[in-house]
């Protein structure tokens, strides 16, 4: 016989009667079969899952509805949506706002020649523009720069930014923007950069806000990026044509943001074609195009009347380069069929005459700029064969073009005043 020690039942077995064990043995089995009957019962009465999820179809669920227990194969929960942050939502370094595929963002409608409707800011605000395709160091860039002016006190305005037509906002770039101070000094200032969809053909961006209206900061990122590589957050927001979104005093030194606007059926043209075909970098420019040739011909006068420098009232100006004079965009090495991708496109030295009516020669390490009325001022786009710019302010430098070819300027770069010829020391560039 077995000895039971972890109840106190099979004591009670050993020294029992013969009968009392019968009766025991009776009791364990009535209680056995009243104990199976009751689970059937409860399984039977019992919703099954498939019911469940059957009822949920037809109204609103509650909760997630829990797999058969039969099921072989484990249920996955997937992971959670994450929400946008509300614009009070306490920030962090690793939030940010929830991406969009491109598969998500809504389908564009053709239109090669959209009109524009709003004004993009208060012109009263704006001392000039820069049109389209303008200087930035030594590179060139699709860009019209809008420079904001001074009230009775001398503030910069806080220009208003509103969009231009109806259109979907597409991406936004939160980065930190390298500037030079009042001082003289290097800051990292916050800045937003924002990509609208127009038309299929018609895309248009504004760099340098400050800040955002509440429904663009709902959807914008957290934090600023230390770059703008890879740092665009895409999202689909529609917006109507006057709608705010946002405010900006420009740079710091120059007060300048920038309106950057691009059609693919539109082509400007340079003076070494091939080149901004075939080079990456460069294909940046190719549908670079004038945003404010695209309102009503009253609207459009309100900006052509604020171009700086010896450009037409009526138009745009187009690309700074003209072939056959030093004007546009100059690089380091000619120009190899099959082109090249490495950053900067080889850019050497850039030649434009600015919107504030200021030439600059502008390379990579220096700058010399003439004013309009200055002796040695003339517009690049009049220089067929050599000028010599002199510098606006102290200390005097100069900066002696001489064009050689249709692809070939030779630059000379030295302190003081302008030599009589062309100095020996010399650097060739190319178209």
């Known amino acids: 016989m077995h ?38 019962a409860a399984e039977t009465l019992a919703p099954t899952p498939t019911a469940t999820i059957a009822a949920a179809s037809t109204s609103t669920p509650t909760s997630t509805p829990v797999p058969p227990i039969a099921t072989p194969t484990p249920t996955v929960t997937p992971p959670a ?32 020649a959209p009109v524009l409707t709003a004004h993009v800011t208060d012109l009263t ?29 001398g503030q910069v305005y806080d220009a208003p930014v509103y969009a231009p037509a109806d259109s979907t906002l597409k991406g936004i770039t939160y980065f930190l ?19 609208f969809e127009l038309t299929c053909e018609v895309e248009y961006e504004f760099d340098h806000l400050e800040v955002l209206s509440p429904a663009l900061a709902a959807v914008a ?78 609207m459009g006068q309100e900006y052509f009347d604020l171009f700086g420098g010896q450009v037409g009232t009526t138009e745009c100006p187009g690309s700074p380069d003209l072939l056959g004079t030093i004007s546009g965009g100059w690089f380091l090495q000619p120009h190899t069929s099959g082109g090249s991708a490495t950053p900067g496109a080889g850019w050497g030295i850039a030649v434009v005459l600015g919107a504030d009516n200021v030439v600059q020669v502008n390379r990579e390490n220096w700058t010399v700029r003439t004013r309009l009325g200055q002796s040695s001022f003339a ?27 249709d692809m070939e300027m030779a630059v000379a770069q030295g302190n003081g005043s302008c030599p009589a010829q062309l100095p020996a020391d010399n650097q060739v560039y190319y178209r």
């Open 3 to 40: 000895t039971f020690t972890r109840s106190g039942l099979a004591q009670r077995f050993s020294n029992d009667s013969l009968s009392q064990r019968f009766a025991y043995v009776a009791v364990l089995i009535a209680a056995a079969l009243v104990i199976a009957a009751c689970t059937t």
């Open 81 to 112: 949506v994450p929400v946008p942050p509300t614009p009070t939502q306490t920030s962090s370094s690793t939030a940010t706002p929830t991406p969009i595929s491109q598969s998500e963002s809504t389908s564009c409608v053709s239109d090669p």
């Open 177 to 195: 923007q390298p500037m030079l101070n009042e001082a003289n000094q290097w800051v990292d200032v916050p800045q937003y950069n924002l990509r």
């Open 379 to 405: 517009d690049p786009k009049t220089v067929t064969t050599e000028h010599c710019y002199e510098h606006y302010s102290h200390p005097i430098s100069y900066a002696y073009l001489q064009l050689r070819s």
């Open 221 to 298: 990122p957290i934090e600023p990026s230390t770059t703008t590589r890879d740092a665009e957050i895409l999202v689909s927001l529609p917006v109507i044509a006057g709608e705010l979104l946002g405010h900006t005093t420009g740079t710091i030194r120059a007060h300048t943001w920038d309106w950057v606007f691009s059609n693919q059926t539109k082509t400007p043209r340079f003076a070494n074609q091939l080149r901004y075909e075939q080079v990456g970098d460069l294909q940046k420019l190719r549908h670079a195009d004038c945003p404010y040739s695209y309102y009503s011909e009253a």
């Open 125 to 153: 605000m704006i001392e000039y523009i820069a049109p389209m395709i303008v200087a930035s160091g030594n590179w060139l860039k699709n860009r019209s720069y809008l420079t904001i002016g001074r009230d009775g006190s």
